[in-house]
C-alpha cells in the first residue's frame, strides 16, 4: 500500500469514526447520552434539559452562552428549561451538543479544552458582533456557528486523546498538514463531518470546513452567499490577535482586505469591533 493509499484509508476510518462517535469509550458519559439523544428523532427537549440540569459543568456552560449580551437575549434567561424556550430546540440541541464536548475531566487535556473553550465563546460572541454591524446574518446563527468552528477539534482530542495533544507539542504553525499527515485529515474537515452528520446548517457546516481558507468563496461574498464563512474568519482573527496559545490556530488570508470588504468592513469598523470584544473579556473573565 502506497502512501496515498494508507492516507485514504486513515481519513476513511476516521470519518467513520466521527459518525459513531456515540460509540467511543473514550467519550465522557454526558457527551455519550446527549449524542444518543441528538440523534434520536423521538426524543424530546425534555429529555434533553434533563440531561443538562444533571450536569453542573454542562448547565453552567449552556446558561452562560444563552445568556451572552452578544447572543442577544441580555440576561433574561434563568433555566435551563426557559433556555430551550427562548432559543428553540434545533438551536438548544446544537449548543448543546457542542458545549458538551468541551468536557474538560481528563488532565491531561484540561487546559488544552479550558483555552479552546473560551477563544470558541469569544470568536462566537464577536462572529454575533460581526453579524449585527453587517446584517449579513441572524445573530444566533453567527453565535453557533463561531462556536462550533474549530469543534474539529475537540472531536480529534475525544477520538485520539493524547495522541492529538502532541499534535502541538512541535507548536501552532503548520497543525493542519500535521493532523492531516498523523490523522489523514484536518479538524476542519472532521468538525465539517460532525456537523453534517448530526445535522447542523449548512452554513454553519460551510463556517466550520472554510474559515480557514475563505478566500476562494471571495466571489460568494460579494454576491450575498455564504456571509458565515467570512464573519466566523474575521471574528477569529479578531480574537487571536496577539495571541500565541494553543487555542490559537488561524493565519490571516492572503486577501484579508477583499474579504472585510466583501462584507462591508473595514480596518476602522474592524477596530472599533475589536474593541467591543475587549470590554466583553472583561466582563465575562468569570466564566473562565
Not at 1 to 8: E, F, G, K, R, Y
Not at 13 to 35: C, F, G, H, W, Y
Not at 42 to 64: F, H, R
Request: net charge negative.
Amino acid at each position: 500500500m502506497n502512501s496515498v493509499d494508507a492516507l485514504d484509508v486513515k481519513r476513511e476510518e476516521l470519518r467513520q469514526s466521527v459518525i459513531n462517535m456515540a460509540d467511543l469509550s473514550t467519550i465522557p458519559v454526558t457527551l455519550k447520552r446527549i449524542l444518543e439523544i441528538v440523534d434520536d428523532e423521538n426524543t424530546s427537549v425534555s429529555d434533553l434539559v434533563e440531561v443538562i440540569e444533571q450536569d453542573q459543568s454542562l448547565s453552567t456552560k449552556v446558561m452562560a452562552v444563552s445568556n451572552s449580551a452578544f447572543y442577544g437575549y441580555g440576561g433574561r434567561v434563568k433555566s435551563i428549561s426557559q433556555a430551550a424556550v427562548v432559543l428553540g430546540f434545533n438551536m438548544i440541541r446544537n449548543l448543546t451538543l457542542s458545549v458538551s464536548l468541551f468536557d474538560t475531566s481528563g488532565k491531561d487535556a484540561y487546559e488544552f479544552l479550558s483555552q479552546l473553550w473560551r477563544h470558541s465563546f469569544e470568536v462566537a460572541s464577536v462572529s454575533a458582533l460581526l453579524a449585527d454591524r453587517t446584517g449579513l446574518s441572524r445573530k444566533d446563527n453567527a453565535f453557533l456557528a463561531g462556536l462550533v468552528s474549530n469543534i474539529g477539534r475537540v472531536i480529534l482530542y475525544q477520538v485520539f486523546e493524547k495522541k492529538y495533544l502532541d499534535i502541538y507539542d512541535s507548536g501552532n504553525q503548520d497543525v493542519m498538514a500535521r493532523e492531516k499527515a498523523t490523522f489523514g485529515a484536518t479538524h476542519s474537515e472532521v468538525g465539517a463531518w460532525f456537523a453534517e452528520g448530526f445535522r447542523f446548517q449548512k452554513e454553519c457546516i460551510l463556517a466550520i470546513e472554510d474559515h480557514h481558507s475563505p478566500e476562494h468563496l471571495i466571489s460568494n461574498f460579494r454576491s450575498g452567499s455564504h456571509p458565515l464563512v467570512a464573519l466566523v474568519y474575521l471574528a477569529d482573527v479578531i480574537v487571536s490577535a496577539d495571541k500565541t496559545g494553543v487555542e490559537v490556530d488561524i493565519t490571516v488570508s492572503p486577501e484579508h482586505n477583499a474579504i472585510m470588504e466583501a462584507v462591508y468592513l473595514d480596518d476602522e469598523s474592524m477596530k472599533e469591533v475589536q474593541e467591543e470584544y475587549l470590554a466583553f473579556v472583561q466582563s465575562t473573565k468569570d466564566l473562565f
